[in-house]
């Protein structure tokens, strides 16, 4: 039995040798700085003595920034992983990974709003070929560069290392998830024979990254047993019409859930508030048409008897004064969030006819027209109930428990759901050295927490 060390943040993942890779995987939830705005909605006003107020003093990108740079740094691994990386302001929100941690190395997904990127110190790793990306999943290839740190010699050390970074699809696409894990993996083994490797089968792999699923999911069972077939259902269809199955020589090991530990099952990485048991009517799917629990329905009416102040016809409804407030009440102003956009049209707002010279085409890209609230117009109940029920089918019930939250309904703090969608695998040619387990008992994120999600750790070696 190979020992295994032990660690639980805050810690440090052990100094790697020529024969070892450290590996840190990280879902650091969209950065808020020049996209993401509704971030503060991920946060539970009851979690907060001020509420609202509360949540403001933590939930801006320069403190969660540095709670990231803190984090990541303390750890020390030789690759970073991260996951949900916002395009529109990476250079300028992953500075301190070059600046301060000495990570001058990266690579970007390279379409998406929410994407992976990996991260690695040139001085340690030197980048064999253009990174692979496929869809959600980014592939890198190295060779360690360190020289005179002990851990022995030979050919065995100068071996080439790959590392998938993933964030597999959310929501009811098990299919897809298949798909990315499996033609990621796959990726691995074809640039393994494209740089001519002795044994393309048995690559040194790390694969990690948010599978947005657990053990029960068709991706995260292909990982483990190697391969997957039509009789494997998730959310009662089939993940794939034809066996899938890896070229590689076995199948990959989970690294947290190696019995060397002792310390019982791997933590949860993904730990929020309970919130489908209350949100959704019992006997209707979370994600399968999704319809409000009469709970929800009577706190949403009562609130909404609290804007209505306009009189049609001896019913008090929401005029286009009272939506302006219940707007600004959640989404800080008025024109911006989903909530608006199905306000507006349940309001009579309708998307006006393409012009003659739009019917004819144009040279740049059409522009989407402005969506604003008529000016005459009212939302009745059943269409602020119908805002909600939209959310609902839309997954957001963090979004829902925030503005129930700060509009006078908020939900009970009694549950929390747990579930560990974030996970490290290695190839059989590496033996697990060491794991790094973050823990939480409270939902995340939260005011020492800056995600919903908890980082992985690992360091690995070629025996």
Not at 1 to 6: D, G, K, Q, R
Not at 43 to 65: C, E, K, M, N, T
Not at 80 to 91: A, G, I, T
Not at 395 to 407: R, S
């Amino acid at each position: 039995m190979v020992a295994i060390e032990y660690l639980l943040s805050p810690a440090a993942l052990p100094l790697s040798q020529p024969n070892q890779l450290s590996v840190l995987s990280y879902n650091v939830m969209l950065p808020n700085s020049a996209d993401g705005w509704w971030t503060y909605k991920m946060y539970d006003p009851l979690s907060f003595q001020d509420g609202a107020d509360g949540i403001q003093s933590v939930q801006g990108w320069d403190r969660r920034r540095g709670m990231l740079r803190e984090r990541i740094g303390s750890i020390g691994a030789d690759v970073v992983c991260l996951q949900e990386v916002s395009p529109k302001s990476f250079e300028e929100d992953f500075a301190f990974m070059r600046d301060e941690l000495g990570y001058d190395g990266h690579e970007m997904f390279k379409k998406g709003r929410f994407r992976p990127a990996t991260f690695w110190k040139t001085s340690k790793l030197e980048l064999l070929d253009k990174p692979k990306h496929g869809d959600r999943t980014l592939l890198t290839a190295f060779k360690k560069v360190e020289e005179g740190q002990g851990g022995g010699g030979g050919d065995d050390f100068h071996r080439n290392w790959h590392v998938l970074n993933c964030h597999l699809q959310a929501g009811p696409q098990g299919g897809r998830r298949v798909r990315q894990i499996h033609d990621g993996v796959d990726g691995a083994f074809k640039l393994a024979k494209k740089l001519k490797e002795n044994d393309p089968a048995n690559p040194l792999l790390v694969a990690c990254g948010d599978f947005n699923g657990g053990s029960e999911c068709g991706a995260v069972r292909y990982v483990e047993e190697g391969s997957i077939g039509p009789e494997f259902l998730e959310d009662g269809t089939s993940v794939t019409s034809k066996e899938k199955k890896m070229r590689l020589s076995s199948a990959l090991t989970d690294a947290a859930s190696a019995p060397e530990l002792e310390r019982g099952p791997a933590p949860a990485t993904l730990v929020v508030k309970e919130l489908i048991s209350i949100m959704v009517e019992e006997g209707s799917g979370a994600y399968e048409e999704p319809r409000l629990s009469q709970d929800i329905r009577q706190r949403l009416s009562r609130i909404y008897a609290r804007y209505a102040t306009q009189n049609r016809d001896g019913e008090m409804v929401m005029g286009r004064e009272d939506v302006e407030r219940w707007l600004i009440a959640i989404n800080g102003q008025v024109g911006r969030g989903s909530e608006f956009r199905t306000a507006a049209k349940q309001m009579g707002w309708k998307e006006p006819p393409a012009s003659e010279s739009d019917s004819q085409g144009g040279n740049g890209p059409k522009e989407k027209p402005r969506i604003t609230l008529p000016n005459e117009g009212i939302l009745s109940l059943d269409g602020f109930l119908h805002v909600y029920e939209f959310e609902l089918r839309g997954g957001k019930f963090w979004g829902i428990n925030y503005d129930l939250g700060v509009l006078g309904e908020p939900l009970s703090n009694d549950g929390v759901f747990k579930a560990r969608y974030d996970r490290m695998y290695c190839s059989a040619a590496l033996q697990t050295k060491a794991v790094l387990d973050t823990v939480s008992n409270v939902p995340c994120p939260n005011e020492h927490e800056p995600s919903d999600h908890l980082p992985v750790g690992a360091l690995f070696e070629c025996p």
